[in-house]
């Protein structure tokens, strides 16, 4: 049996289904704070099998003792946290709590209950603004928001305990940019109010929810000017999860990219999501985001090498994936009869 936190939110629920399809026991734990469980019923009638849902929060170190004692847990793969970058320079302290003060929790009732065993989802935000490319996981590490910093935080904690005792396996996957859903169109990413990131954005003007995509910079020195990011499809994404489950038999930490290694521009994006869509994205330039970088992309060499490891899906299957859930999905996981009942329920913050 799999415990994963976060299990409701947009990877959490993909990776959900690349445990329930490779036979794995699954209990999920989310708090809902930016997701619903619309997603895991899903995950269930596309998989045909039933995972364990748990509402609670990962600081609830008791509760999640008892699930990993309860149903005999085996590894953790702990995607719980706060992730939006803006937010986190706002409120700085919710996500020390949320993420630095949840993981504690999480591996002090892992330590009871003696599951040593822990995927943690990290960022490749940790490595800041690039000093060579593509980025090796070797690079130096200087996250520039706090957000970031707490995935370094817990990076470092999480050294530090598999150095105090070698019973714990740990891997520590540093995601780059997690973009498109599953095939079925069922499950998918729901941002809250205005998407920051960039698949989500397009995907709404493509529908038009939104009026035109605003690119930040077309003056950096690409070929195109705008940002190059390395898109992954969040499916390639997710069975990088199992790889890593399954190459956790050696003691430590061991760090591994989530890449495909290939940059894409926002306008390679634009064109690509317009070709899968069929629909028109209008953009005009606006100034430089702050805090971007102009180019970002992996080495994921060390992925193949210690875990087998690759992407294999290319930026047209992740538009023309993230633009069947947009359009099944107008407004996400809103639209449907269970999220409905849940907002009057006050169980979901978001939309209750
Ligand atoms: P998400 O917000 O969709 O999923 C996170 C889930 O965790 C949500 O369902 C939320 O309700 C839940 N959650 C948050 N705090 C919790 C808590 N204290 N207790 C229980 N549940 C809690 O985000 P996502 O994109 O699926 O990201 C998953 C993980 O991957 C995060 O840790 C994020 O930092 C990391 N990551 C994401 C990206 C990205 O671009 N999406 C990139 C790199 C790393
Ligand atoms: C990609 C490119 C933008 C929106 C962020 C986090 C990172 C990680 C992944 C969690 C950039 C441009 C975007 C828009 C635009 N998350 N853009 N108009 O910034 O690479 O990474 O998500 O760990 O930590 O920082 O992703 O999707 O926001 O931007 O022009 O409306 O698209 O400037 O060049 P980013 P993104």
């Not at 699954?26 to 009638?45: E, H």
């Not at 993981?103 to 892992?110: C, D, E, G, I, W």
């Not at 989802?121 to 060579?132: F, L, M």
Request: glycine share 10%; with cysteine.
């Amino acid at each position: 049996m799999i415990l994963v936190t976060g299990g409701a939110g947009y990877i959490g629920s993909h990776v959900c289904i690349a445990l329930l399809d490779a036979g794995l026991d699954v209990v999920a734990v989310d708090n809902l704070s930016n997701s619903n469980r619309t997603s895991l019923q899903r995950v269930q009638s596309i998989c045909g099998r039933s995972l364990v849902f748990r509402y609670t929060d990962i600081r609830n170190e008791d509760v999640i003792c008892d699930l990993l004692r309860g149903y005999g847990v085996t590894a953790v793969i702990h995607l719980a946290g706060l992730k939006a970058v803006g937010d986190s320079n706002v409120r700085p302290m919710a996500y020390y709590e949320n993420n630095v003060l949840g993981t504690m929790r999480l591996v002090s009732a892992m330590k009871r209950a003696n599951v040593m065993t822990l995927v943690f989802s990290s960022s490749a935000t940790v490595y800041g603004i690039p000093k060579y490319l593509p980025l090796d996981e070797k690079h130096p590490l200087g996250p520039t928001n706090p957000y970031g910093r707490t995935k370094l935080i817990i990076e470092e904690m999480l050294k530090d305990l598999c150095r105090s005792d070698d019973g714990w396996r740990i891997s520590n996957l540093r995601y780059f940019n997690p973009v498109g859903a599953h095939e079925s169109g069922l499950v998918g990413e729901d941002p809250l109010g205005v998407p920051s990131n960039l698949l989500p954005f397009v995907a709404q003007v493509a529908i038009g929810r939104r009026e035109k995509l605003r690119i930040w910079g077309n003056d950096y020195d690409t070929p195109d000017g705008t940002g190059i990011r390395d898109f992954i499809h969040v499916v390639d994404l997710a069975s990088g999860h199992l790889s890593a489950l399954r190459q956790l038999e050696r003691p430590g930490l061991t760090t591994v990219n989530l890449g495909t290694g290939n940059g894409s521009s926002v306008l390679d994006v634009v064109r690509a999501f317009e070709a899968a869509s069929g629909r028109s994205v209008p953009y005009e330039f606006r100034e430089r985001r702050a805090g971007d970088v102009a180019v970002c992309f992996a080495d994921p060499t060390f992925a193949q090498d210690a875990m087998g490891w690759r992407s294999t899906r290319s930026l047209e299957q992740m538009c023309a994936d993230h633009w069947r859930w947009q359009l099944q999905n107008p407004d996400g996981y809103q639209d449907s009869a269970p999220a409905k009942v849940q907002a009057r329920s006050g169980h979901r913050g978001r939309h209750a």
